[in-house]
Each structure stands twice: as C-alpha cells, then as structure tokens.
C-alpha cells in the first residue's frame, strides 16, 4: 500500500508540474466505499490533456513512474473515440490503468445528462487546473448495486440454466473437456449462476448491496452453509468431478432459485428441471 501510495503522489507531482495536463482523477475501487480494497488493489488514474495524441503514442512518459514490466495499450477507436488506455504493471507490482483523455473528449463527457458508469462508481479529483470537473455530478455509487430481475429476466435465466447444462453431460459423456469446462464456466457460471446468486443474496438485503464484480463478496454474504455448496460447483479436470460439480450446479439453483421464486412471486419452472435432470441422469448412466 506504501508504494502504491508513493507512485500515486509522483503521478499527481508529474501532472501538476506538467502543462500539457490540465486534469487527474482517481476511479474505481480505491474511491467507492462499497468496494473492497486491499494491497494489491490497482491505480485507475485519468488523465485529461490539452492534446493527447502525442501521449498515445509515444509511452516513454509511463517510465516516470517506476520500470515496466508489461503494458496493454488502447488507442482510442477502442472506446468509441472517448480515451484511451494504457494499462501498465510495474517491476515493484504495482499496476496502474491510465485513462488519456484530451480536453473536449472529457468536457463531452462531463456534460452529459447521466454520470458515466466509471464516474458513478466513485471518483477524486486529483488535480483541476482550469476547474474542468466544476460541473461534474456527484457519484451516487449505484452503478454497481443488485437490480431486482423482473420475472421475465428471471425465467429466462432459469430456461437458460437449465438448457446449457444438457451441452455439459454431453461434453462429458464425451470425454471433451475442453467444451465442458467452456459451457459450465464460460457460460453457466459466469451468465447464469453468477448473476442468481447476486439476486438471492439482494434479496436478502433489500435490493441494496453490491457484491463487487463476478461474485468477489459471495463468502462475505452467504452462509459457511450455502459457501460450501458454491464451492462444490467448482471441479478440476477428472470427469467424475464435473459430472458431480455440474449436479452442484443444478442443486445450488434449485435452491435458491425457489427461495428466490417465493420471495419475488415468481413462477419456477419446476417440470422444466425434473425433465432435464432426468436427461442428465439418463446420459451420465449411458456414458458409464
């Protein structure tokens, strides 16, 4: 945290002692209170410039920062003509993102009606020369909170859970791990079971908690009971343990998807999961 802290205070030194900046701010996790924030939490760091081409460009300034070991670089067509990115990790581990804006890019975006979503998670301004950000809304910090689904968001996810975990058996039944891992993991986990789970532990919050991003804060609000069953559903590369992982899964959303279904008076799709959990059963027995 001390060199984080150090190299954030040369970042705001730089800027300050350099014309061609007009603007910095800090984002994300370190400046939103619901987040979590550790040593090894990054610096997301905006920087508006008079003209930022030649910053784009030419990435030697970064090196007034400490050594790198590794960058990612995105111009701005990336992101629709707004910034661009440089993404760096430095030799003493500490990774900055820098965002590169120029002036009239960044004045557009304070001037819209709604705070954009990296503003609204929470923001410090670090230095204003020309009180660019005067005008600039207040976060609100609910970017990141837990929508409550409405019943045709929640049946859907429901259809589709149940769906995807049919191309699973036959991945398995198959020996093609490399499909299985992508359907339970790529799609079933991160579109479906993630996203359950947030809306069951919101529930239970009324419908004002942020779990961070990808489930980070599912330990901290779940039972050691309904952890233990989450972590189930995770499996390394035997297939007998992602046949057991992928009816993990299943059990894992029956429960909480009824809990879920009661609470919000939404209808279950429960002869949808009886049919399909007899078709699981019915190709995890042929395979054997």
């Keep these: 945290?001390?060199?984080?802290?150090?190299?954030?205070?040369?970042?705001?030194?730089?800027?300050?002692n350099n014309p061609d900046i007009r603007a910095v701010l800090l984002t994300s996790s370190l400046v939103n209170p619901l987040a979590p924030v550790d040593d090894l939490?990054?610096?997301?760091?905006?920087?508006?410039?008079?003209?930022?081409?030649k910053y784009i460009s030419d990435k030697s300034w970064i090196n007034?920062?400490?050594?790198?070991?590794?960058?990612?670089?995105?111009?701005?067509?990336?992101?629709?003509?707004?910034?661009?990115?440089?993404?760096?990790?430095?030799?003493?581990?500490t990774k900055v993102d820098f965002k590169l804006y120029s002036v009239p890019n960044f004045l557009k975006e304070v001037h819209q009606e709604q705070l954009c979503e990296d503003w609204d998670i929470g923001y410090e301004v670090l230095v204003d020369k020309d009180n660019l950000t005067q005008t600039l809304k207040k976060p609100t910090y609910q970017v990141s909170i837990i929508k409550k689904p409405a019943e045709p968001k929640f049946r859907q996810l429901l259809n589709d859970f149940w769906w995807d975990t049919t191309y699973v058996a036959k991945c398995l039944a198959r020996e093609d791990i490399f499909y299985a891992k992508f359907m339970s993991e790529d799609n079933i986990r991160s579109e479906y079971l993630i996203p359950l789970i947030e809306w069951y532990i919101a529930s239970q919050h009324d419908w004002n908690i942020t779990t961070n991003k990808h489930g980070r804060l599912f330990k901290k609000y779940l039972t050691n009971q309904t952890w233990e069953k989450?972590?189930?559903?995770?499996?390394?590369?035997?297939?007998?343990?992602?046949?057991s992982a992928l009816f993990a899964m299943a059990d894992l959303v029956t429960e909480i998807g009824n809990e879920l279904a009661d609470k919000l008076m939404y209808e279950y799709p429960t002869k949808l999961e009886?049919?399909?959990?007899?078709?699981?059963?019915?190709i995890k027995d042929s395979s054997v």
Excluded: C
């Design 41 to 53: 939490s990054d610096l997301d760091i905006e920087l508006v410039f008079d003209n930022n081409k």
């Design 230 to 243: 989450v972590v189930k559903t995770f499996s390394a590369s035997n297939i007998n343990e992602n046949w």
């Design 64 to 93: 007034n920062f400490g050594t790198p070991i590794a960058m990612i670089e995105e111009d701005e067509s990336y992101f629709d003509g707004k910034h661009a990115m440089k993404m760096v990790l430095y030799a003493d581990h």
């Design 1 to 16: 945290m001390q060199t984080r802290n150090e190299k954030l205070q040369q970042i705001i030194n730089w800027s300050q």
């Design 274 to 282: 009886k049919d399909i959990r007899n078709y699981l059963l019915a």
